[in-house]
């Protein structure tokens, strides 16, 4: 298992730009694919972008593409989530999670998964 802290969510103007982070507290998240999910009030959770261990296979969902971008640091043991654009219907908790092993846009694959954090986006 590995240990996900998000971080970067606020509350913005629609139009505006966020970076979110997930970083990986307690180990390497070299080995894991990662992916954001969101679930905003009311709504179930679900899948935003993705990204592979290797960094060489990315998705972002229809809603956000072209708006948002997904991009890994090992480095840094840190996934990001660029978000562009912002609308109102972005507002949600994002949420990060990992697994070992190819990506996939089920949430119920994933076996480690951060606290979120809350990205609201003002009218």
């Known amino acids: 298992q590995v240990h996900l802290v998000e971080s970067g969510g606020t509350l913005v103007r629609a139009g505006d730009s966020l970076r979110l982070s997930c970083v990986a507290s307690?180990?390497?998240?070299?080995?894991?694919?990662v992916a954001w999910f969101r679930q905003a009030p009311g709504k179930d959770r679900e899948f935003v972008s993705y990204i592979g261990w290797h960094a060489g296979s990315t998705s972002v969902d229809d809603s956000v593409k072209d708006r948002f971008t997904i991009s890994r640091d090992d480095a840094k043991n840190t996934v990001y989530l660029e978000m562009s654009s912002l609308k109102p219907e972005d507002t949600a908790i994002y949420y990060c999670?990992?697994?070992?092993?190819?990506?996939?846009?089920?949430?119920?694959?994933?076996?480690?998964w951060g606290q979120g954090t809350q990205v609201t986006v003002s009218s």
């Open positions: 999670a990992a697994k070992r092993g190819f990506t996939t846009i089920s949430a119920t694959a994933y076996t480690d």
């Open positions: 307690d180990r390497s998240i070299r080995p894991y694919a």
